[in-house]
């Protein structure tokens, strides 16, 4: 169990820390296709090396269930656009509280598309969800200051998109292995972003001469190799419910990062909203264990 809940936070913080690295590469320059590209295009490649190397068999996009983790791609694609975009205008503590919405998110798409309607218990966890998104958002703090609406859209736009993963990975291909089920859905992803942002820095030059190569090794490990790898051992230890509550992790230590490295401000507010959130996640789903 121990175990199971060492992987499950690992895997947390490896997506926590994710918001702090584009913010990062935006500071030295590099745009906001450039960092989706070679995120997703390292991480393929990690993905298929660790395939082969596990001498598993390869499905290809003739079988149904590897074509439907293709197609999946293209939501995590799109929450790698979006959510990376709400970074560029709101602070990267911001931008994954509005990440975080996914949770009652995918709680009300359970119920419009499979039927499975929220508990009273898990409807005031969604209350306490909003609220604490008030105040973690330092919708407060900002005086007669405008809040930055673009921002702000992006990132409910990354929720809505990996509410759109959430729902449905966990039903389609279930006969694949996780690192094959993965390599697949990064494929599609970066085929998506490769549409919308050609990837030019291949052969313009800045690939090598502005080292943005190094930029998708931490970008890949932390956001496309990692966490796959250790929610998928660590998950059957700890089940669902208290993976989920484990996964909440990542909100803190994005907050974290982006205080330490970033120097964002956060007030006693934020992190009283943030204690909220987590708290209401918490009770969620220990009420959907029992």
């Known amino acids: 169990m121990w175990k199971g809940i060492l992987l499950v936070l690992l895997g947390a913080c490896s997506f926590g820390i994710l918001s702090t690295i584009v913010k ?3 500071q030295q320059g590099y745009t906001l296709g450039e960092l989706c590209s070679v995120q997703a295009g390292f991480g393929m490649v990690a993905l298929w090396i660790i395939h082969a190397l596990s001498g598993k068999r390869t499905v290809g996009l003739g079988n149904k ?3 439907a983790c293709f197609l999946l791609g293209s939501s995590t694609g799109m929450v790698s656009i979006t959510y990376y975009q709400s ?3 709101i602070p990267a503590s911001i931008a994954i509280i509005l990440l975080m919405q ?3 998110m995918s709680m009300l798409a359970e119920w419009i598309l499979y039927k499975k309607r929220p508990s009273p218990v898990q409807w005031v966890a969604v209350f306490f969800i909003l609220a604490g998104t008030l105040l973690a958002g330092g919708l407060f703090n900002y005086g007669h200051t405008t809040p930055n609406w673009k921002g702000i859209g992006f990132g409910l736009l990354a929720a809505m998109c990996y509410t759109v993963f959430i ?3 966990g ?3 279930a006969s694949l292995g996780p690192v094959l089920k993965s390599a697949w859905i990064v494929t599609g992803a970066f085929v998506l972003i490769s549409l919308i942002f050609p990837p030019v820095y291949l052969y313009n030059g800045r690939f090598t001469d502005t080292s943005l190569w190094i930029w998708g090794i931490p970008l890949s490990l932390f956001g496309t190799v990692l966490p796959p790898f250790l929610f998928s051992k660590g998950m059957p230890q700890t ?3 208290l993976g989920a509550i484990l996964s909440a992790a990542e909100l803190p230590v994005a907050m974290l990062a982006a205080t330490i490295f970033l120097h964002e401000p956060v007030s006693s507010l934020q992190v009283l909203g943030v204690a909220i959130i987590l708290g209401a996640i918490a ?3 220990l009420k959907r264990r029992k």
């Open 24 to 26: 990062s590469g935006y």
């Open 65 to 67: 269930a590897a074509r």
């Open 239 to 241: 089940g669902v419910s």
């Open 167 to 169: 729902v449905v990975s």
């Open 283 to 285: 009770m969620a789903n």
């Open 102 to 104: 996914f949770t009652w």
């Open 171 to 173: 039903r389609v291909a």
């Open 87 to 89: 970074v560029q205008y």
